[in-house]
């Protein structure tokens, strides 16, 4: 028996307009703050990547579909991408909050590179993407393998890990102001990544309309907004970006 795909309710909608709402309004006063900070202006596109992930749904429950697999291929396809630019810049963010580390000091193009290339080859293939087997042409099996599924790796599994492991890092070696917005923001990745990939995925498929998926659903919200709660609290209440600007001021190598 297949379980029902869960249906957008006015509750998910009430809880991604006050998501996007804390993500962008966080990212644009911090960017205002500290306009030249290579830190802010990061989390300011990370904020704006949430906004737009998020409102895409919103905006197509206030046209009447509610069910998250039926949006147009154009706005998935941009709010799939917007996603996948927000793990590039959260993992960018890992590498310059509080301070810069040793992989992205010596990075060369890689990171400008991806920014080109991730919205493109993702937006494309949903885009493009078959719906059905027999619409499956050999040249889009071949740009999935080149280049899709290697970019749902790093993107779904590698830069995740990677940036709650620079985040852990920065963690231990930073000084005691950037301790405590630092720690914040890994429960937030950390905690609130497994309770939705372990807990809230499997959960929502095998009983969607137990009232264990609202609470789960919740938590793991909650946990989400903790990420630019803490960041907001490391500028204005610790400090973080006088403390030393991301060159002067990076950890020692790992």
């Known amino acids: 028996m297949n379980a029902a795909i869960p249906q957008l309710t006015a509750f998910d909608v009430v809880t991604q307009l006050i998501a996007a709402g804390v993500y962008l309004s966080i990212g644009l006063a911090a960017l205002a703050h500290a306009p ?20 895409i749904p919103v905006a197509a429950w206030a046209l009447g579909e509610k069910d998250p697999f039926a949006f147009d291929r154009l706005p998935m396809a941009a709010m799939l991408s917007a996603l996948a630019m927000a793990a590039l810049l959260m993992f960018h ?18 990171l400008p590179i991806a920014y080109v290339l991730t919205p493109i080859v993702v937006f494309t293939l949903v885009r493009w993407w078959p719906t059905a087997p027999a619409q499956a042409t050999p040249s889009f099996g071949l740009v999935f393998i080149v280049f899709g599924f290697p970019l749902m790796v790093l993107l779904g599994l590698v830069l995740p890990i990677a940036s709650i492991v620079s985040l852990l890092r920065s963690l231990r070696e930073a000084s005691p102001p950037a301790r405590v917005p630092l720690a914040g923001i890994v429960l937030s990745q950390l905690a609130g990544g497994a309770l939705s990939l372990l807990v809230l995925g499997p959960l929502t498929v095998a009983a969607p309309e137990s009232p264990a998926v609202v609470v789960v659903g919740v938590t793991v919200w909650l946990l989400g907004l903790l990420t630019p709660v803490a960041y907001a609290a490391g500028i204005w209440k610790y400090g973080v970006l006088a403390i030393g600007g991301p060159r002067s001021a990076e950890v020692k190598a790992d």
């Open 36 to 55: 030249s900070d290579e830190r802010t202006r990061v989390f300011s596109g990370l904020g704006l990547m949430h906004a737009i992930a998020f409102c």
């Open 93 to 110: 963010f890992s590498q310059v909050f509080p301070a810069r580390r040793p992989w992205i000091r010596s990075s060369g193009p890689q």
